[in-house]
């Protein structure tokens, strides 16, 4: 079959306004709680995209570690491409995709690193191989073979064999304060439903129906 007559037909459900919030961060939760209950793998894997100096955009999948009023929140290496683009251009786009839900949530703002006492805590609540794994990986930076990177790995648990490891400082997260939040459900015959949220200088947000 060729890849043009790949095609779903939505219909699991709507959107309207009368159902959505007038708060999108109250209707995120709503979401979010949904694709939890649903037990999706990964509910909370986002792809953020970036844009580095040089204009060119780039996109990995990350996972989501928190959001409340501030904003949302994950965790990563500072001197990644991702960090090395946040810091010449401090924007991101968010997307959420449910597939078996047929909603994705979009969501763009400004981004700035939390303060280190929150990274701190978070680096402490993760596994500790997670934590050998951050302190030895100059992530998207070139190695010569996997190799390398194992006994790089190794060294560091022998070096810490008597002592936990701690957060380095080339680690930690980011907060996007969201500008724009637009909620996608499918629909029968493409006539999506989309809903976008628009922050206002006041505080609030504006809301629109978006033609699919």
Same mark, same amino acid.
């Given at each position: 079959?060729?890849?043009?007559?790949?095609?779903? #037909? &939505?219909?699991? %459900?709507?959107?309207?306004?009368?159902? %959505?919030?007038? /708060?999108? @961060? #109250? *209707?995120?939760?709503?979401?979010?709680? /949904?694709?939890?209950?649903?037990? $999706?793998?990964?509910?909370?894997?986002?792809?953020?995209?970036?844009?580095?100096?040089?204009? @060119?955009?780039?996109?990995?999948? $990350?996972?989501?570690?928190?959001?409340?009023?501030?904003?949302?929140?994950?965790?990563?290496? &500072?001197?990644?491409?991702?960090?090395?683009?946040?810091?010449?251009?401090?924007? %991101?786009?968010? @997307?959420? &995709?449910?597939?078996? $839900?047929?909603?994705?949530?979009?969501? #763009?703002?400004?981004?700035?690193?939390?303060?280190? %006492?929150?990274?701190?805590?978070?680096?402490?609540?993760?596994?500790?191989?997670?934590?050998?794994?951050?302190?030895?990986? =100059?992530?998207?930076?070139?190695?010569?073979?996997?190799?390398?990177?194992?006994?790089?790995?190794?060294? =560091?648990?022998?070096?810490?064999?008597? *002592?936990?490891?701690?957060?380095?400082?080339?680690?930690?997260?980011?907060?996007?304060?969201?500008?724009?939040?637009?909620?996608?459900?499918?629909?029968?015959?493409? @006539?999506?439903?989309?809903?976008? &949220?628009?922050?206002?200088? /006041?505080?609030?947000?504006?809301?629109?129906? $978006?033609?699919?």
């Amino acid at each position: 079959m060729p890849i043009s007559s790949l095609r779903q #037909e &939505y219909s699991r %459900a709507s959107l309207s306004e009368e159902d %959505a919030s007038a /708060d999108p @961060l #109250e *209707q995120f939760g709503k979401w979010f709680e /949904d694709a939890r209950r649903a037990e $999706l793998p990964d509910p909370n894997a986002m792809s953020v995209a970036t844009v580095g100096a040089h204009g @060119l955009p780039s996109n990995r999948i $990350l996972l989501l570690k928190g959001f409340d009023r501030r904003g949302f929140t994950w965790f990563t290496n &500072y001197v990644s491409r991702k960090g090395r683009d946040l810091n010449a251009n401090p924007h %991101a786009a968010l @997307l959420f &995709y449910w597939a078996e $839900l047929e909603r994705q949530v979009s969501i #763009e703002g400004r981004v700035e690193k939390i303060d280190a %006492a929150e990274s701190d805590a978070y680096f402490m609540s993760r596994p500790r191989a997670s934590r050998l794994g951050a302190l030895v990986s =100059a992530q998207s930076a070139p190695i010569a073979e996997r190799a390398q990177l194992d006994a790089n790995y190794a060294e =560091a648990v022998a070096r810490h064999a008597e *002592q936990e490891p701690t957060r380095p400082a080339h680690w930690g997260g980011y907060r996007l304060a969201p500008l724009r939040i637009e909620f996608w459900q499918g629909r029968s015959s493409r @006539l999506h439903d989309r809903l976008v &949220y628009n922050l206002q200088d /006041d505080g609030s947000w504006q809301r629109e129906r $978006l033609q699919p």
